[in-house]
């Protein structure tokens, strides 16, 4: 099949919570380096997705491949896998009781058995990175909230994963500090980082994204490159999502 | 007016009071040290148990929630008449030495354990479930989220109420003197029946009190340094 060459494979990918079913067969797939960008209202199942690629949420049907393995199974060492993929929260939920470079190095430390020095070294390469290298002493609430979500993406790299999913990561922001983390999200693509990106800021989606998949009720109603999507939307929900975005003037 | 000062505040009885009663209030410094260290560890493990996930530690989880349901509930002094009467009465020897003060850390801690497991998952339900779906998503094990993300700050959060239960729990060694051990209460009652005054009950009480209050005020100190280390300044 050809579905070993993708990165990341998703095939059927169903999630109920209780009666509600939330995504219904999902079909995506990804590639290295790939940047895609998941669209929709709030509700149609973005989060979610992301969280059952990360294991967060266990799916009730269906089949995820990552890097060849498919993760969905009861024989998944949960913990080992998500250590190859990171991800970063809408909340930022950087962690209150310890300072911006124990966030950082935690996982590394506990998780992977790095040595403290190794890890600090590491951590501090990716606060000059974020642009935080003079931070690395304070607690996340003395923070702003750009400040606070680019951290929690220093903490997520930190694993070195090798697909990152970001989950509305501005959306908690004000306007003003949006631009700061997308900068760095963009950094990240021109790396060449693997992405899945599930976002509101559209014309952020239209300069990143190889792909853009657009959600309704838990389906990929459509997907293709941005220009196909943004411009000549196929499906009439398409249209009328984006509409109201560009009414809303976020595009 | 002046019988009453006399009988309890006569600058001397309450001096000479003061060595027979310390005596005894050594005895329940002890009590609670011992019983205090021992209920943080036991509290903590039963809090833990309540809170573990799945279906197969369900007997567990009910254990922990029957042992905190019927020792919360049961008065101490109850506790101390089936600990210090009942148990030896079993003749187990060899499993229980037969000190008063053995029973005495027994019953408090059983007790005391049951209060504090309850405030402990209190504050581990307190932190948000996000901070360890955060911790998991890094790839930490359920154990090690526990430890390094929920634990301390549960543990943060709970030493105001944690502190309440420990005073309680000190003032509650006391009680252990129905049963014969001879601790500040009871020097206290032989005091009075050997000079009749009761300076000796009041000599008590100041201990207990001079006990409670640095510890009161260390725990604000703690919290208060915490705030302005993690907290945004104040608006």
């Known amino acids: 099949m050809e579905t070993n060459s993708h990165f990341v494979t998703l095939e059927n990918v169903t999630k109920r919570?209780?009666?509600?079913?939330v995504l219904h067969g999902i079909n995506l797939t990804v590639d290295l380096h790939q940047v895609v960008c998941l669209i929709g209202a709030s509700g149609s199942g973005?989060?979610?997705?992301?969280?059952?690629?990360n294991l967060l949420e266990q799916v009730d049907d269906g089949t995820i491949v990552v890097d060849g393995q498919a993760i969905t199974g009861t024989k998944v060492d949960v913990n080992a896998l998500r250590q190859r993929i990171g991800i970063v929260f809408q909340a930022f939920n950087l962690f209150p009781h310890m300072n911006v470079l124990e966030n950082v190095t935690l996982a590394p430390i506990r998780a992977r058995g790095m040595s403290k020095t190794q890890a600090r070294l590491r951590a501090r390469e990716l606060l000059a990175l974020i642009g935080?290298?003079?931070?690395?002493?304070?607690?996340?609430?003395?923070?702003?909230?750009?400040?606070?979500?680019?951290?929690?993406?220093?903490?997520?790299?930190?694993?070195?994963?090798?697909?990152m999913l970001l989950d509305e990561i501005t959306s908690a922001l004000d306007p003003q500090l949006v631009g700061e983390v997308l900068a760095l999200v963009r950094t990240l693509a021109h790396e060449g980082m693997t992405m899945i990106i599930a976002t509101h800021?559209?014309?952020?989606?239209?300069?990143?994204?190889?792909?853009?998949?657009?959600?309704?009720?838990?389906v990929i109603l459509e997907e293709g490159p941005c220009d196909q999507i943004f411009s000549a939307p196929r499906e009439e929900r398409?249209?009328?999502?984006?509409?109201?975005?560009?009414?809303?003037?976020r595009l | 007016m002046g019988k009453f000062f006399h009988a309890f505040f006569s600058p001397l009885d309450f001096l000479r009071a003061v060595p027979q009663v310390w005596d005894g209030f050594q005895t329940n410094i002890k009590l609670m040290v011992i019983a205090e260290a021992l209920v943080l560890v036991f509290a903590l493990l039963v809090a833990i148990v309540r809170g573990l996930p799945g279906r197969a530690s369900f007997p567990l989880r009910?254990?922990?929630?029957?042992?905190?349901?019927?020792?919360?509930?049961?008065?101490?002094?109850?506790?101390?008449?089936i600990v210090l009467l009942g148990v030896p009465a079993l003749d187990m020897t060899g499993i229980f030495d037969r000190s008063l003060f053995f029973y005495g850390i027994v019953s408090l801690t059983l007790v005391y354990t049951a209060y504090v497991t309850e405030v402990y998952r209190a504050g581990i339900e307190s932190v948000h479930p996000s901070q360890r779906m955060a911790a998991r998503s890094l790839g930490l094990s359920y154990t090690q989220a526990l430890r390094f993300v929920i634990l301390p700050q549960a543990f943060r959060r709970v030493i105001p109420p944690l502190l309440n239960?420990?005073?309680?729990?000190?003032k509650d060694t006391a009680l252990i003197t129905v049963l014969g051990l001879t601790e500040a209460a009871a020097q206290a009652g032989f005091y009075s029946t050997d000079y009749f005054n009761y300076a000796g009950f009041t000599v008590a009480a100041v201990f207990f009190i001079i006990l409670t209050i640095p510890l009161a005020r260390f725990t604000d100190h703690l919290i208060k340094e915490r705030e302005s280390r993690e907290r945004a300044q104040a608006v």
Request: glycine share 6%; proline share 3%.
């Open chain 1, 17 to 21: 919570f209780g009666d509600l079913e």
């Open chain 1, 238 to 249: 398409t249209r009328e999502f984006l509409q109201r975005v560009i009414e809303a003037g």
């Open chain 2, 165 to 170: 239960d420990f005073i309680g729990l000190q």
């Open chain 2, 62 to 81: 009910a254990l922990a929630i029957v042992y905190t349901d019927v020792f919360r509930g049961t008065p101490l002094i109850l506790v101390l008449f």
């Open chain 1, 132 to 163: 935080l290298e003079d931070k690395e002493d304070e607690y996340p609430d003395r923070l702003s909230g750009g400040q606070q979500q680019r951290v929690a993406i220093a903490r997520a790299l930190a694993m070195n994963p090798n697909l």
């Open chain 1, 46 to 53: 973005k989060s979610t997705l992301l969280r059952c690629i």
């Open chain 1, 201 to 218: 800021e559209m014309s952020f989606a239209r300069e990143v994204a190889d792909k853009v998949c657009f959600l309704d009720a838990g």
